[in-house]
């Protein structure tokens, strides 16, 4: 089976970093693309941005230039590294990968920016 596990969120000071791990149990290579998105609460879950098999990557506006997006294939993770954070940033952050066009998403870790 396919499994996505996020670990890496907490609470984290306005203005503060934090760098999210999406670890999947097979290669990610195997993944055309993997994908983060946030849920944040009352609200639908939006897409943050992406990172393709050759390292390609795109955000949204809303965290452009804030956040980054990386892999690391030996260890078959990708990861989210999120620099001056806002209140707005708080949410459920989760992984998706896309297999063969199917989608498997983890359970997702939780951010709360707050002072």
């Known amino acids: 089976q396919i499994h996505l596990v996020e670990s890496g969120g907490g609470l984290v000071q306005p203005g503060g970093s934090l760098r999210l791990s999406c670890a999947a149990s097979?290669?990610?290579?195997?993944?055309?693309?993997m994908y983060w998105y946030r849920q944040a609460p009352g609200k639908e879950r939006e897409l943050v941005g992406f990172?393709?098999?050759?390292?390609?990557?795109y955000y949204e506006d809303s965290v452009k230039g804030r956040f980054t997006i990386s892999r690391d294939n030996a260890k078959n993770t990708v990861f989210l590294e999120m620099s001056s954070l806002k209140p707005e940033d708080t949410a459920v952050y989760s992984c998706?990968?896309?297999?063969?066009?199917?989608?498997?998403w983890g359970k997702g870790t939780l951010v709360t920016v707050s002072s």
């Open positions: 097979i290669s990610i290579f195997s993944f055309s693309a």
């Open positions: 998706k990968g896309v297999l063969y066009g199917m989608e498997y």
């Open positions: 990172i393709t098999s050759t390292s390609g990557t």
